[in-house]
């Protein structure tokens, strides 16, 4: 929602680790044919590479961030991001006859070592500012260098039977991933080294994260008739998410702040040392805790930690309605659970230990925010209570909160013939979650409604995204249609064209405000889907002729994109108090 000055957006570079071997990709294959019936590959790689996402305007300034003219300023950080990994793979597979069919029989194992060498470097004077409303915050970063390892254990099993017109799939998976801290140094920060202080850390002796996940999964199509023109399907899986290792730098020395007042004395837009309220204290913090400066991140992990799980559920069918013309449905069902939020630990936690934490009933309402005619409502933390957990986070399960999603796709296929061909694909798409009544609360375990959670049980998912950081809002679009047609028209001429539409996607109007120890948050007016962007429809053409030159084939083309050009708008700033 930011508009971005020219020096704060990334020039991207290529990175790798320095030392050891060669950046890039080393790949050892080996293929073994044991008979007719039995073969196997064993794999073994190395990779490594990396990217620098580097700030346009240099180390010369830091930046701010000025959500009251929605504007972004001065030179954003620069991230480089290296994880180089060692992976082995074995894989088999063995044909046999049973169960009164064909069965393919797949199996293998992998393991994998990966490790990551980050850094986040703030520029300029490393004081970067935050103008929302009033009173601005001033930043006093700290650089980040996590190194943290990740290993990945993972084994399979399957069966492919095939009997007459049924074709089963049966399979199992394990998978043991765990992640730990590796050691690591933070400088202090350039300006005001006594408040963000440097830090030596000697990383964890043992795993942080390990789970342990076992996944079946079944499938099946049957062919209705003898002709197999109808083919019903349908599979069922259980899926357990990938771990995320860099998980574990919350318990670390990650990059982070502490947010003090900021007077711009100068009416520069820019944070200097002297404009930084010292006296006035700490307003919040982020990774650094402001009664042990020199300790590692606040952030806790529960030792119990349970793995993101998915069920899904799918049911297909697929008919030949005439020769080079099929059409086919098929409904999906997904059900996930065991999702992570990071509530204010409220007391004292060691590194591997449950903490305790800050429930939503001690959370106590805030005075109301109102700006262009629009109100929210907002909740604070304790203040002691954030203290005596010094500020830090508790990553754990998010009880009663679970994601449900309903599809139903159609589609139709025209094989070219009789000098015509075509394609059409529609969905119907439903994306929604639910809360439980005793722990409503956003993902920073806050009862206030944010832009991503509507706290709303049926409402749409509502998440943001945004690879390079810089992120932009987005969530699910109720229904998708893509059509193409091809013709081909006497002397070698060809006409074709795509069509693609949507629904507009979710509008919020939020008003960014502070929540206290929480900081500066996007607050939810109304509901996440109460507006929605104008639908999204894309026309192009396109005329072509193939001509022959001996054997060499021209093909010659006129195209025209995006032929309706109806400018539909996108994306748009949505803070009310801008």
């Not at 076992?214 to 998410?241: C, E, H, Q």
Request: aromatic share 12%; charged share 15%; net charge neutral.
């Amino acid at each position: 929602g930011l508009q971005e000055a020219a020096d704060f957006l990334w020039n991207q570079e290529n990175a790798h680790t320095d030392g050891g071997l060669p950046e890039g990709l080393m790949k050892l294959e080996i293929n073994h044919t044991f008979s007719a019936n039995f073969y196997a590959t064993v794999k073994a790689a190395y990779y490594d590479t990396g990217f620098t996402l580097g700030a346009a305007g240099g180390d010369a300034s830091g930046f701010t961030l000025d959500f009251d003219k929605s504007e972004a300023i001065g030179s954003y950080l620069t991230y480089t991001g290296r994880r180089p990994q060692k992976t082995v793979n074995a894989d088999g597979s063995y044909f046999f006859q049973g169960l009164g069919g064909n069965n393919q029989l797949k199996f293998g194992f992998g393991y994998r070592i990966t490790t990551t060498n980050d850094t986040t470097h703030y520029n300029g004077n490393q004081l970067n500012g935050i103008i929302a409303g009033g009173p601005y915050s001033a930043y006093v970063q700290r650089d980040g260098n996590p190194q943290n390892e990740g290993r990945y254990l993972s084994a399979y099993v399957g069966d492919v039977l095939t009997k007459d017109r049924l074709t089963v799939n049966l399979g199992l998976r394990f998978d043991g991933q765990s992640a730990k801290n590796l050691p690591t140094d933070i400088p202090a920060n350039k300006s005001l080294p006594s408040l963000a202080p440097a830090v030596s850390y000697a990383g964890n002796d043992s795993n942080l994260v390990d789970f342990k996940d076992i996944s079946p999964r079944v499938g099946f199509s049957y062919a209705l008739d003898a002709d197999r023109k109808t083919v019903l399907r349908g599979s069922y899986a259980n899926y357990a998410a990938q771990l995320g290792y860099g998980l574990v730098n919350v318990a670390a020395v990650p990059a982070g702040y502490l947010a003090y007042g900021w007077n711009d004395a100068n009416r520069d837009r820019f944070v200097q040392p002297g404009e930084v309220d010292i006296a006035g204290g700490v307003l919040y913090t982020y990774q650094i805790n402001p009664s042990n400066r020199t300790g590692i991140a606040p952030g806790r992990i529960d030792p119990n930690l349970k793995n993101q799980r998915d069920n899904e559920a799918v049911l297909g069918i697929d008919h030949e309605l005439a020769a080079n013309f099929a059409i086919g449905a098929a409904y999906t069902f997904r059900a996930s659970k065991n999702f992570t939020y990071t509530p204010f630990i409220s007391a004292p936690c060691a590194v591997g230990s449950a903490c305790t934490f800050i429930q939503p009933s001690q959370y106590t309402r805030g005075s109301d925010v109102t700006a262009r005619g629009f109100t929210v409502q907002r909740f604070n933390a304790p203040g002691a209570l954030v203290a005596a957990g010094g500020n830090g986070r508790y990553t754990t399960n998010r009880e009663g909160y679970t994601r449900k999603y309903n599809g139903f796709e159609l589609t139709m296929k025209k094989r070219m013939s009789n000098k015509w061909a075509a394609n059409l694909a529609f969905s119907y798409n439903n994306w929604t979650e639910d809360y439980g009544d005793s722990n409503r609360v956003n993902a920073l375990g806050n009862p206030t409604k944010l832009e991503t959670s509507p706290l709303s049980d049926g409402g749409p998912v509502s998440i943001q995204g945004g690879g390079s950081g810089k992120v932009s809002f987005y969530s699910q679009f109720k229904w998708q249609v893509y059509a193409d047609a091809l013709v081909n028209l006497p002397a070698s001429f060809s006409f074709s064209t795509a069509v693609f539409g949507r629904q507009g996607g979710l509008y919020p109007t939020s008003i960014r405000t502070s929540l206290g120890s929480d900081g500066t948050q996007n607050v939810l007016v109304g509901g996440v889907d109460d507006t929605l962007y104008p639908n999204l429809w894309n026309v192009d053409l396109r005329l072509a002729r193939n001509s022959k030159i001996g054997k060499v084939t021209i093909t010659p083309s006129i195209e025209l994109f995006n032929a309706l050009n109806n400018d539909v708008v996108l994306s748009r700033a949505r803070n009310a108090a801008a």
